[in-house]
């Protein structure tokens, strides 16, 4: 069974920079879709950024130029680099897996990112 675990996450101040990680049990394959989704208190949740197979990338417009998803193909790993952190940054952030090809969807147990002004 699939599973990812995070890691990362903590107290920053505004300005400040973390990376969070994210890794799979299980080889993902060459076929796959990774996201980084985060949820605020009494807020849904949102989709950060998001990498697919291809390499090709996207992130939601307030964070562009801040956040960088990457992966390690070989380590099974996906990261998340934020930078220039916000007070409105803070959240809990998970990682997403999905597997097209077999119709599944993985989930990380969430990290919590808080940034102090």
């Known amino acids: 069974q699939q599973q990812l675990v995070q890691s990362g996450g903590g107290l920053v101040q505004s300005g400040g920079s973390l990376k969070l990680s994210c890794t799979a049990s299980?080889?993902?394959?060459?076929?796959?879709?990774i996201s980084w989704h985060r949820q605020a208190p009494g807020k849904e949740r949102e989709l950060v950024a998001s990498?697919?197979?291809?390499?090709?990338?996207n992130y939601a417009d307030s964070v562009k130029g801040r956040f960088t998803i990457s992966r390690h193909n070989a380590q099974n790993t996906m990261y998340l680099q934020m930078n220039n952190l916000k007070p409105e940054d803070t959240a809990v952030y998970y990682c997403?897996?999905?597997?097209?090809?077999?119709?599944?969807?993985?989930w990380g147990q969430g990290a919590q990112v808080n940034v102090s002004s």
């Open positions: 990498i697919n197979s291809a390499e090709i990338t």
């Open positions: 299980e080889n993902i394959g060459n076929f796959f879709f």
């Open positions: 997403k897996l999905n597997l097209p090809q077999y119709g599944r969807e993985y």
